[in-house]
C-alpha cells in the first residue's frame, strides 16, 4: 500500500499535466481561430452526404488532412496546402483519419469538381483507374431499362455497362455523398489563431531570446 500511493500520485500527475498541455492548452489556441471568408456552413445535401460518408466508413482509408512538407509531400501530390484548425470550423465530428490507402480528400473537390466523375468512380472506380483497390457501392445506384424525368445517368465504359441494355441511375444517397466530397475544397488562403491571445507568442519568443 505505501508503494501504491506513490504511484497513484505520479499517474495522476501526468495525467493531469497532459491533459493540460495536450487538450486544454491547445483548445483555447483553436478557440481562437477565425473562421476563414471561403468556408461556407454544410447545406442539407451535404450534411447527408458527410453522413453517408460517415456510415460507409471512407474515414478508414481516407485523411483529410494535408501535412506540412517536412511531414509528408502532399503539396508535391496536390493535395493542397496544410490543413489548419480553421479549416474544420463546420465539422462535427471531425473526420481527420489516420490511414491513407487512398489519396487525402480535404480538397477533392477542388481537383476533382466533376459530378459525373465522382458517380462513375462510386459505382466503380475500377471504370476509373483499373489497380485501383477501393470497394464499389452499386446500392447507392438503381438499374432501370430506361431513365425517366430527372434521373441522373452514371456514364461508364462499355465494359461495365449492364450488358442488357440497362442505364445506372444515382439514387439520392450517392448524389448527397457527391455533393459533399464536391464541397471539400480548402483551397482558400488559410487562417490561422491568433495565438498571441493565449500568450503562445511570448512564450515562444522567451525561448528564443
Not at 478557440?31 to 453522413?51: H, K, N, Q, V, W
Not at 481516407?62 to 509528408?72: F, G, L, Y
Not at 445506372?168 to 459533399?180: I, S, W
Request: charged share 20%; hydrophobic share 40%; proline share 11%.
Amino acid at each position: 500500500m505505501n508503494r501504491a500511493l506513490p504511484l497513484i500520485l505520479l499517474a495522476t500527475t501526468i495525467l493531469v499535466f497532459a491533459t493540460v498541455f495536450l487538450v486544454i492548452l491547445p483548445a483555447g489556441q483553436i478557440r481562437s481561430a477565425a473562421i476563414p471568408e471561403g468556408l461556407e456552413p454544410y447545406d442539407a445535401a451535404e450534411t447527408r452526404g458527410r453522413a453517408q460518408y460517415v456510415s460507409l466508413g471512407c474515414v478508414y482509408c481516407h485523411s483529410q488532412q494535408p501535412r506540412a512538407p517536412e511531414q509528408a509531400p502532399d503539396t508535391a501530390r496536390g493535395w493542397g496546402r496544410p490543413s489548419t484548425a480553421s479549416d474544420y470550423a463546420f465539422d462535427s465530428p471531425h473526420l481527420l483519419g489516420t490511414m491513407r490507402t487512398g489519396p487525402d480528400l480535404l480538397n477533392i473537390g477542388a481537383r476533382m469538381p466533376s459530378r459525373a466523375w465522382q458517380l462513375t468512380h462510386l459505382y466503380q472506380p475500377r471504370a476509373i483507374h483499373p489497380t485501383s483497390i477501393m470497394p464499389s457501392y452499386p446500392f447507392l445506384f438503381e438499374t432501370k431499362p430506361e431513365a425517366a424525368a430527372g434521373d441522373v445517368l452514371v456514364q461508364l465504359p462499355p465494359e461495365y455497362r449492364p450488358e442488357d441494355g440497362s442505364v445506372v441511375v444515382a439514387r439520392p444517397e450517392a448524389l448527397d455523398l457527391v455533393a459533399y466530397l464536391v464541397g471539400l475544397d480548402r483551397t482558400y488562403p488559410a487562417a490561422t489563431p491568433d495565438l498571441r491571445d493565449n500568450g503562445y507568442a511570448e512564450a515562444r519568443e522567451g525561448e528564443a531570446e
